[in-house]
């Protein structure tokens, strides 16, 4: 007990008074247990907007012994002391709205025109498999995998396909789906919750993002990329793309936990801030990237100048990280339309005569005034076969030079050429001419069958003996065998033949993909 005076200036009493009060109150307050004091709270927590009217600021409570209440919001008195601050730039735009990724749209596959060649990558056909009109043509490779490699084209020659396709296991697997369940979210809770639906979602970024890694083909060492069907790509992207989706719509329950004010001073909010303005954005713009790709109609045009008189070997190699995969080169093949020089042979219709000459005896009348009983006389006379003038046959083999312009006239089953080519005769008589003639014309050939071939037979005509100009004049005795005066003259003739032996071994760099000027269409 300390004694007082009896007689104190009223001041000293006061400030004695103010002394033991302060004393008294620290004494409660602070226990010899916890005498050093909680930090000041941070200074840059921004408020966020919760759509409530904010909560006022109650009067300072006391402590009982070492257990303090809970913190009210932009209060500071339950701060935790590991909270991480936040720029209040970021924060307030990682609750913002959210752009949704776009959803799956495939785009229609490109119209298909009569200069367009399909390809398919799958079993190596070519639709059609014949050209018939040169100029630029679109080789269109269909089902090719261009979501995940890259395809070189080349017009060459290459071994045929080995279709090698490897297995593609364990892209896809199950998730954990741990969603807060909807009683926690009604229910009201001053507890931050942050780190449920915050663990959920850094747990899918990164399945997502393993799976996604697990898609790009890979090399190592002497080992090539595998290869993977296109249908088995887009099957497996599609149960990622639902994982993902997933992602995406939990990102709404962690920017509902940013917003509640228990969670202002939570150490999770950066990790949660950094959650959707820093990794989500990456994997939107992947996710993205990828879609488009699935979306495609996944083919390859490549624009060639194709010519209907030759053959085409179009080989396809698969390619990743700048080498090919391990499915064998594809090879398609497309076999001319026309060709330059087809052979017939057949029957040649000529206005041509072929003469022959001798001297035979004719039988002479008695003159009129010959005693009756008189016998006829004898005269040599000169004989001509093959006078006329109708048709005789001959034989001919042509080569028939096609058309080399494209226009309505010249098509697969219907067409014109030029033709030339020997003529033998057929005549079973002693002509006097040569058996060797020549005929060309213009023909008209249906299917690159049948060619008609009108045009003029040159050949050697055998004219009357000098001295003799008709049939039957009297030949002088002892004249021997008339001799014909021989020249050569075109008459019209019509030739008939049908296509003969292949002329493809006689060009060079070609097969016997066929001969004729068109081959013909299955739809005539």
């Known amino acids: 007990m300390i004694k007082l005076p009896a007689r104190l200036p009223f001041a000293a009493l006061l400030v004695l008074t103010c002394f033991f009060s302060s004393y ?87 119209k298909t025109g009569p200069d367009t060649y399909i390809l398919d990558w799958n079993n190596g056909s070519a639709t059609p498999d014949t050209v018939y009109d040169s100029g630029r043509s679109t080789l269109r490779i269909t089902n090719v995998n261009d979501i995940l490699y890259s395809y070189d084209v080349k017009v060459t020659r290459l071994n045929p396909p080995d279709n090698d396709l490897s297995q593609w296991k364990g892209l896809i697997q199950d998730t954990i789906n741990a969603l807060t369940q909807s009683a926690n ?13 915050l663990g959920t979602e850094k747990e899918l970024l990164k399945t997502i993002g393993d799976h996604i890694d697990q898609m790009q083909p890979k090399a190592s060492g002497s080992t090539k990329c595998s290869s993977t069907p296109v249908k088995r790509t887009i099957a497996a992207w599609k149960s990622l793309r639902e994982q993902y989706d997933q992602f995406e719509s939990g990102l709404a329950d962690v920017q509902r936990q940013m917003k509640d004010p228990s969670c202002q001073n939570d150490p999770q909010l950066g990790a949660a801030v950094k959650l959707i303005l820093d990794d989500f954005p990456k994997l939107q713009q992947t996710v993205i990237a990828i879609q488009q790709k699935v979306d495609a109609p996944h083919i390859q045009d490549v624009s060639y100048d194709l010519k ?42 000529t206005k041509l005569q072929a003469r022959s000459y001798s001297v035979v005896a004719s039988p ?44 309505w006239g ?33 023909s008209v050939h249906l299917w690159n069958r049948l060619f ?20 039957g004049d009297p030949v002088p005795a002892n004249f021997g065998t008339p001799t014909p005066t021989k020249r050569w003259t075109g008459h019209f003739a019509l030739g008939i033949t049908f296509k003969g032996r292949d002329l493809s071994n006689l060009t060079p760099a070609s097969n016997n993909a066929g001969s004729g000027a068109s081959t013909p269409q299955t739809q005539q």
């Not at 339950?78 to 735009?93: H, M």
């Not at 001053?190 to 639906?197: D, E, F, H, R």
């Not at 005693?371 to 034989?395: K, Y």
């Open 452 to 471: 008609i071939t009108p045009g003029v037979h040159f050949g050697e005509f055998a004219d009357f003996p000098q001295g003799f100009h008709n049939a």
């Open 185 to 197: 979210k009604a229910a009201p809770n001053t507890a931050c919750t942050l780190s449920s639906p």
């Open 364 to 407: 002479v009348a008695p003159p009129a005034n010959s005693p009756p009983g008189t016998a006829p006389t004898a005269q040599n006379v000169l004989s001509v076969d093959g006078l006329g003038s109708g048709m005789r046959g001959a034989l001919v083999a042509l080569f028939n030079y096609h058309d080399p312009f494209e226009w």
């Open 410 to 442: 010249n098509r697969p089953n219907f067409g014109i050429s030029l033709s030339v080519g020997p003529v033998f005769d057929v005549s079973q008589g002693k002509a006097d001419t040569s058996k060797f003639g020549v005929f060309a014309g213009g």
């Open 24 to 110: 008294s109150v620290a004494a409660l307050q602070n226990p010899s247990s916890s005498p050093t004091p909680p930090p000041p709270p941070p200074t840059n927590i921004p408020a966020v907007s919760t759509g409530n009217p904010p909560a006022a600021t109650p009067a300072a409570a006391p402590q009982s012994g070492s257990t303090a209440a809970p913190s009210q919001p932009g209060g500071g008195q339950g701060q935790p002391q590991n909270a991480v601050a936040v720029d209040p730039a970021r924060l307030q735009k990682a609750v913002g709205p959210i752009q949704a990724t776009p959803a799956a749209a495939p785009q229609p596959t490109p």
């Open 308 to 349: 209907r008189t030759s053959d085409y070997d179009i080989a396809v190699v698969e390619a990743c990280n700048d080498g090919a995969t391990d499915h064998a080169a594809v090879t398609f093949h497309l076999n001319r339309g026309f060709d330059v020089l087809t052979l017939s042979g057949g029957f040649l219709l």
